[in-house]
């Protein structure tokens, strides 16, 4: 018999909430090792190179974490769900290309770029969930035909080459200004820094306080239960994969404002480091576990890395091996966690 819906929410939630309270030590751990090893790189850094603790430095690591932060939030909701998203970094891409034909082809006003890129997104991320949940395409596959298509249509758009928006006034007040700036000169931090900021607050509490915050846990935690209870599986699945496009959206702006150029062929190796930042973080690969917080710790983790390595002259191959280094060590530390749990 098929359970009404109010009661079949209150069940999901109790199992999500269930197995989080199963997993909250180690994850809680994972998050504490996660901000010990931050201040480690930040100390080891400092002695280093006396380069990296200078301001200039300091904001290149904060508008570097502001667009990786908001695409490892966006692979968040889809990772707790038991996913994948291989298409955030073209479709961070895209949604930049879209907002500069609306605003450097079409001579359009500054606020359509904005909705243009953040609805592209929102569409392109609804398309792959419907790929997963109606038809079945594994979310592996199915995220990266997207992102091989986004990246062509992101080239075929813009005619192989950049678009620059030095024609649209302020655009490049969206990332690279700084309200904090006018009231305390000494502390310049950018305006992407307090979007990303925002955007975590707001996800964390669309998370941790909303339907479709719970609907992402229980899918990750076990979603045939779910469907089993009269719950619309495909529908929250379609409209969590939607959301995380839109936050692509917001990453394609932030990007776009801090080059003050939408570039067709950047993007691809994005969603790597942003996968990276939310397992350190630790949101299980698995599903059904993860937090905003811990995944914004991820975030600043691979910034302050890349940085480092980069002042200290480590070749960027090296700098590759490194990352996909931390890939393995964190997916392993996940796997012991949930033997653990």
Known sequence: ??????????????????????????????????????????????????????????????????????????????????????????????????????????????????VAAIGTGAICGTISGTLTAKMKIPPFIATLGMMLLLKGLSLVVSADKPIYFSDTE??????????????????????????????AVVSSIT????????????????????????????????????????????????????LNSAQPALGQGYELEAIAAVVIGGTSLSGGAGTILGTIIGAFIMSVLTNGLRIMSVAQEWQIVVTGLIIILAVYADILRRKKS
């Open 1 to 114: 018999m098929t359970l009404p819906s109010d009661t079949s929410a209150l069940g999901n939630k109790e199992r999500s909430s269930g197995l989080r309270a199963r997993v909250f030590a180690p994850a809680a751990l994972q998050k504490l090792l996660a901000f010990g090893s931050l201040i480690l790189l930040l100390v080891f850094f400092s002695f280093a190179s006396p380069a990296f603790m200078q301001m200039d430095n300091m904001l290149g690591i904060l508008q570097a974490t502001a667009v990786n932060g908001v695409l490892a939030i966006a692979c968040t909701f889809v990772i707790i769900t038991g996913g994948i998203d291989l298409s955030v970094g073209t479709l961070m891409t895209f949604t930049a290309v879209i907002c500069g034909v609306f605003l450097t082809y079409w001579h359009l006003p500054m606020w359509t770029g904005v």
């Open 170 to 199: 302020n655009f490049y007040r969206i990332s690279q200004d700084s309200l904090i700036g006018y009231v305390l000169p000494s502390l310049p931090v950018p305006n992407a820094v307090l979007i990303l900021f925002f955007l």
């Open 207 to 258: 998370l941790n306080r909303t339907a479709l915050g719970r609907y992402t846990f229980a899918l990750g935690s076990n979603e045939e239960a779910v469907r089993l209870s009269g719950v619309n599986v495909d529908r929250w699945k379609i409209a969590i994969y939607g959301l995380a496009g839109a936050i692509c959206g917001v990453a394609g702006l932030l990007i776009a404002s801090r």
